[in-house]
């Protein structure tokens, strides 16, 4: 074989194998890089978080009951507190000196009525003195008629006998209106003695009010007035009527807001984790109390129904939740963060949440079949089909075929939502490969694409091949 030949043969094979090259990593060029991951069977926790401020169940603005200057207070802020404690003391000399007025008019009365009793039992002593002279008289009166029949008296003797008798009638009659008279007395003067009892009463009750006390045992949270200034009565929310605010700190809540695409849940009874920011690295067990069912606008707080304006903005829903084992280190108003365990689900079949992407089934299919590539026969027909495509959410699953990989799109249907992981209910089975990232990527990926796998970590700016 002359040199010519020899030169040409291996211009050729170089040439040849150029061109295989070439094209080798043409198609390495063509395939898509993606993040994968496999769906997996785990517990699956959903939580809901809310923020908002640690308040006791119970409180009250404890008032002003009388006018005047207050003379002692007992208490400061943070004190706390027992049923019945006396916590203030407003200026009482009024008060007191009406009360020892009355007391001296009550035991006058009772004075008069031990008098009135006294006469009464004279009174019914009389009557019995009346009652045996009238006897006596009888016996001479019916003594005096059988003597005066028989003629054996003289008339004038009878008529002293009759006359007697009729005197110590008389007498008798006399003596019971005078007892009956005394009976009287003596009910009037106790109706008077009752009466002055309850003026006392009342004016015990206005000497009281002059002492403000605990209601119940509580943390004295709020201490607005002080010694030496006057308070006035009645006056809700004003200045100088509110003497201190008690809380009962035995059941502590905190009153958090949610989202409301959160707060459809949310229900009575489920567990929640407290954090408070004060206490950091403690956690106080509580569950839910109560769920609002009043939208409140989240710039203002005020509820949707009370607002006048129509303006459309993010809301919240208020939630209670109720602490399990509330500790002394809690004050009313620490800001709070309470997360909410709506769902708890073990063994739970799993995929990262972003791998879901939302396509139409029938348009995969036929991107399945031919690599990724719409057929142009498809492409004009659908130029002028208006209609919208029936679109669903799914995953990409990884297919290896004659020794390439490639992504199929697989509708699924999911349930709970936790923080990064979603429930597959149906389309998957435990050990399937998917599609998880990158977010560029998913977005414009198709069924019937070749991919090679890139599970390392996303560089801020780098770019995806596609």
Known sequence: MSAKKIILVVVVVLVLA??????????????TKVATGKAVHQDLVSIVSGT???KPKTYVNVGATAFGRITHL???????V????????????????TVAAQQAAIASSKTDVASFLAAEKTAEANVSQAKADLEQKDLDFVRAQALYKDQLIAKQDFDSKKAAYDMAVATLAQRQAALTQSIAQTQSQ??????????QRSNYDALDKTISRAPFDALVTNVPVREGETVVVGIQNAEGSTLMTLADMSVITAEVKVDETDIVNVALNQPVDVTVDALPGKVFKGHVTEVGDQALLRTTGIATSQSTTGTEEAKDFKVIVTLDNPSDELRPGLSATAKITTAN??????????ALVQRDPAAEKLLEKNNGKMPTSVVNASTSDTSKPQVVQGVYVLREEHKRLRVVFVPVTTGVSGATDIQVLSGLKAGDEIVTGRYKVLRTLKSGTTVKRDNTPEVAGATDNS
Not at 18 to 30: C, E, L, P, Q
Not at 74 to 80: A, I, R
Not at 345 to 354: D, E, F, K, S, V
């Open 52 to 54: 908002g401020q640690i």
């Open 345 to 354: 689900i073990p063994n739970a079949l799993t995929i990262p949440i972003q």
């Open 74 to 80: 007992y208490v400061k802020e943070g004190d706390h």
């Open 18 to 31: 150029g061109i295989v090259i070439g094209t080798v990593v043409h198609n390495r060029a063509n395939v």
């Open 190 to 199: 106790r109706a008077h003695v009752n009466q002055a009892e309850a003026s």
């Open 82 to 97: 027992k049923k019945g404690e006396v916590l203030a003391q407003v200026e009482n000399v009024q008060p007191t000196a």
